[in-house]
């Protein structure tokens, strides 16, 4: 960030949420006897990063014991394949498009599906369902269906206008991207497997940021570390600082903030359909059950993804995942959860993310004040 004398900065990290979030994620750490993690909250408002922590982290005042693993700051240096937490993107390009409602029914059975030499499994058979109970399940079958209905250079473009493959505007070191591979270079099977979170690559604080566009009406609120900080707020002296890491084009009332590039990406009444689907995956029957919060209504999304060892996948190795947000309501935060190679016979999202999800979100919804709504 470059300097500017006599400017005031102000981080949007909440130190109380911050201290929420490390605790929950140490100990969930822990409890799996996992490799790492990282879990982001944002303002699902705004974009405002209200925590952004990873463990293994350190001590800065005991330098002497400071490795390279320990500094890694996760949650935006690190990509990975996001599983089926990615699977909302294409649920909504197929509503937008009109391919479906959220009721159309699609035929899973008999819990496999073939794609030229490949075969794609569900956990289980689920038969026909609708498209919403589709995402409250996580039907990789459902999804593959639905990504092969649609053009894949207009999957391609959906997947850019959420922020996937560019990373996000942040003045801090190091900042992942991700990668979407060239539409013109994918095969069937490839097209499938991106709709459920395979062949593609995020940050955790590019997944957060993504689901701004389902807490509110369809718009994209870039995440930000710098909060705008309103003229009579500032001592005597010092000057309104604004933070410009977006190249698309100025706001006229606040030129330059993240905030001002917010962006349309899906409409108001899709946004809201996947909010309802959201909710029914956290719910009775869905894969987030364990992500609920006592007097909240919450909605989320769970995802188990392999991990690549080399250029294959190791077996029984994953990441769980679990994005959501809370109360639904009216969406105030997000949260988004990554833990790392979770040991024993717990590693889906559900399992191992959901509850940590619960916990930061419950404890911050307390700590803002916000009021139960269920």
């Not at 490795?67 to 937490?85: H, I, K, M, W, Y």
């Amino acid at each position: 960030m470059p300097a500017r004398n006599g400017a005031l900065v102000q981080l949007t990290i909440d130190r109380r949420i911050q201290q929420l979030v490390y605790a929950q994620l140490k100990a969930a750490i822990a409890k799996h006897r996992a490799q790492a993690g990282s879990v982001v909250v944002l303002d699902a408002r705004n974009g405002e990063i209200l925590a952004l922590a990873n463990y293994p982290s350190f001590d800065p005042n005991d330098r002497a014991r400071l490795t390279g693993r320990q500094l890694r700051n996760r949650a935006v240096v690190d990509t990975f394949e996001p599983g089926s937490t990615i699977k909302p993107v294409v649920v909504a390009l197929s509503l937008d498009a009109g391919k479906v409602r959220p009721q159309t029914m699609i035929d899973t059975a008999p819990g496999s599906y073939r794609i030229g030499p490949n075969v794609i499994h569900d956990t289980s058979d689920h038969g026909r369902m609708t498209v919403a109970e589709a995402l409250q399940k996580s039907s990789n079958i459902a999804l593959a269906k639905l990504a092969l209905n649609l053009p894949a250079e207009t999957i391609w473009t959906t997947y850019q206008q959420y922020g996937l493959g560019h990373a996000p505007q942040l003045t801090f070191p190091g900042v992942a991207a991700g990668k979407v591979r060239p539409y013109e270079r994918w095969r069937p099977i490839e097209q499938a497997t991106m709709a459920y979170g395979y062949g593609l690559s995020a940050s955790l604080l590019q997944l957060a940021q993504l689901y701004t566009v389902y807490a509110g009406d369809g718009t994209l609120r870039p995440a930000h570390l710098l909060r705008e900080t309103a003229p009579d707020a500032l001592p005597q002296g010092a000057s309104r600082h604004l933070v410009s890491d977006v190249k698309d084009k100025p706001a006229a009332d606040l030129p330059g903030h993240p905030a001002a590039y917010a962006r349309r990406v899906t409409t108001p009444a899709t946004a809201a359909a996947i909010r309802t689907m959201l909710e029914m995956a956290t719910g009775p029957g869905g894969t987030g059950q364990t992500a609920s919060i006592e007097g909240y209504r919450v909605g989320g999304k769970t995802g188990t993804a392999r991990k690549q060892v080399g250029a294959t996948y190791a077996k029984n190795r994953y990441r769980a995942l679990f994005a959501g947000m809370a109360p639904m309501s009216d969406p105030r935060l997000i949260v988004a959860v990554m833990i790392d190679d979770p040991a024993g016979r717990a590693f889906y999202g559900g399992t191992v993310t959901g509850p940590v999800f619960s916990a930061v979100a419950g404890g911050a919804l307390q700590l803002l004040g916000v009021p139960p709504d269920a």
